[in-house]
């Protein structure tokens, strides 16, 4: 289901890119707001996702666009878009389209802990 988000000029003009054109984009769940990942848009990917309703990022090591979910199905509806106070970080809430957001197949990309014994959340 496609729900796209209109942001106006003046909020889409406050993202603040670093010197390569980025800003990084943390993802999380809209029903448990559990944290899924962390990639990088630009501001063609920002507007592709706020259009399109649906997760589009800028890859570093491939440079080009890619859409989650594109090969693997694991697609993500945005159901919220949100800039931090500085204009330097994005979140998503989404709805995790099949079994996870890692590329390793597991929910989230925050499955590791540091410390012996520690528990990811």
Same mark, same amino acid.
């Given at each position: 289901?496609?729900?796209?988000?209109?942001?106006?000029?003046?909020?889409?003009?406050?993202?603040?890119?670093?010197?390569?054109?980025?800003?990084?984009?943390?993802?999380?769940?809209?029903?448990?707001?559990?944290?899924?990942?962390?990639?990088?848009?630009?501001?063609?990917?920002?507007?592709?996702?706020?259009?399109? !309703?649906?997760?589009?990022?800028?890859?570093?090591?491939?440079?080009?666009?890619?859409?989650?979910?594109?090969?693997? !199905?694991?697609?993500?509806?945005?159901? !919220?878009?949100?800039?931090?106070?500085?204009?330097?970080?994005?979140?998503?809430?989404?709805?995790?389209?099949?079994?996870?957001?890692?590329?390793? !197949?597991?929910?989230?990309?925050?499955?590791?802990?540091?410390?012996?014994?520690?528990?990811?959340?």
């Amino acid at each position: 289901m496609v729900t796209p988000i209109d942001a106006s000029d003046d909020q889409l003009a406050q993202v603040r890119y670093d010197a390569a054109g980025l800003v990084p984009a943390i993802v999380q769940d809209a029903a448990t707001r559990q944290v899924l990942m962390m990639a990088w848009m630009n501001a063609e990917t920002l507007r592709l996702t706020l259009a399109e !309703g649906r997760t589009v990022f800028w890859s570093r090591s491939r440079q080009e666009v890619w859409r989650k979910g594109e090969t693997s !199905g694991e697609v993500q509806h945005v159901r !919220g878009a949100y800039y931090d106070c500085d204009g330097d970080t994005l979140l998503f809430l989404v709805d995790q389209q099949g079994g996870g957001a890692c590329h390793t !197949g597991a929910r989230s990309c925050f499955f590791r802990a540091f410390g012996a014994g520690a528990d990811a959340p």
